[in-house]
């Protein structure tokens, strides 16, 4: 604060001056602000006096608010006491504060009635309410998170908040839930809302990892950490060939473009998307197939799955077929 705010304890009262003159703080708020060091803390000195406010009383200072309810004590910094006013007070949606502020990296958070107020270490204060809250909170909070970047946003498709190091999701068709961690990190990679759509429930279990579900696909990390997504034309393909707990189980690399068509592989084959055919090659026959180049090799696109009957089986590409027999052979037309 400027060093012109000074402050001054007596028996029942305490003198600030500054920019607005003499002024005094007293009772419960008096012992909050002498707490936090008088002017020479962050609320500086007091620019009028408490005023009642429904069962509470509020004092303004140059650099913040005490708020005294019944059931809490509380300072705020001039952008929280600022974006509170902004939302309508103790009659608004957040309602009177409910604990002491907490700090933690930088960032520091109010519990209020109806939400959160969250300050980044850039002083930029923003809400975060309800649905978006819980799922917030369950995700792991700031720790996980960080502070909101922006305030919570409706669409079509939701609600949707973003956050340092995530964003949280509440769809109409869905449930509500964080982006986090290294899911996070292969949404933003994939191009965000507009690769993936809203997040249509929580990261869980599944097979030999877990899978976060998306409008249009899905963002799963293995056992052995490996993120990748699955979306689009090649989630259809995959989710009619078992899935995650199918033969071709997780992904080991995102979706690659080779020339006019689309290719992923998975731990236990690849997927394909071509004007030829949406298709899956695996085992024996997806071995031979990529030594003879993949896609862009001599057989071109397969325009199939493989098929099997009288101990061979086989599979049929633009130009040739590779058929595995009982005895282990494997014959390229």
Request: charged share 15%; proline share 6%.
């Amino acid at each position: 604060m400027s060093s012109s705010a000074s402050s001054q304890r007596f028996t029942d009262v305490t003198l600030t001056v500054g920019k607005s003159g003499p002024q005094t703080v007293r009772g419960a708020i008096r012992s909050r602000y002498d707490a936090l060091n008088g002017a020479s803390g962050f609320l500086g000195a007091a620019k009028g006096p408490e005023r009642a406010v429904a069962d509470g009383f509020v004092q303004d200072f140059d650099g913040g608010r005490i708020v005294c309810t019944p059931g809490a004590l509380v300072a705020l910094s001039t952008s929280m006491a600022a974006q509170w006013d902004k939302l309508g007070g103790q009659t608004g949606r957040l309602g009177w504060p409910l604990g002491t502020p907490t700090t933690s990296n930088g960032i520091t958070q109010v519990t209020f009635q109806g939400g959160l107020l969250i300050t980044d270490a850039k002083g930029l204060t923003t809400p975060v309410f309800g649905m978006t809250l819980n799922a917030f909170r369950v995700a792991g909070g700031v720790a996980v998170l960080g502070a909101p970047t922006g305030p919570e946003q409706s669409s079509a498709a939701g609600y949707s908040q973003p956050f340092q190091k995530g964003v949280v999701f509440v769809p109409f068709n869905g449930y509500a839930s964080a982006v986090a961690l290294e899911t996070y990190g292969e949404f933003v990679r994939g191009g965000g809302i507009p690769g993936f759509g809203f997040a249509t429930g929580p990261a869980v279990p599944v097979g030999a990892g877990k899978a976060q579900p998306f409008q249009l696909g899905s963002i799963a990390t293995d056992r052995a950490g490996v993120t990748a997504a699955i979306r689009g034309t090649t989630w259809r393909v995959f989710q009619s060939n078992g899935g995650y707990t199918g033969p071709l189980s997780f992904p080991t690399k995102s979706e690659a473009k080779i020339d006019d068509g689309y290719v992923q592989q998975f731990a236990g084959g690849w997927t394909y998307v071509s004007p030829s055919a949406l298709a899956v090659t695996r085992g024996v026959l997806n071995r031979e197939y990529w030594k003879l180049g993949g896609p862009s090799g001599s057989l071109g696109w397969p325009l199939a799955n493989e098929t099997s009957g009288n101990g061979v089986w086989q599979q049929r590409f633009q130009k040739g077929t590779i058929s595995l027999y009982a005895n282990g052979s494997v014959v390229v037309r």
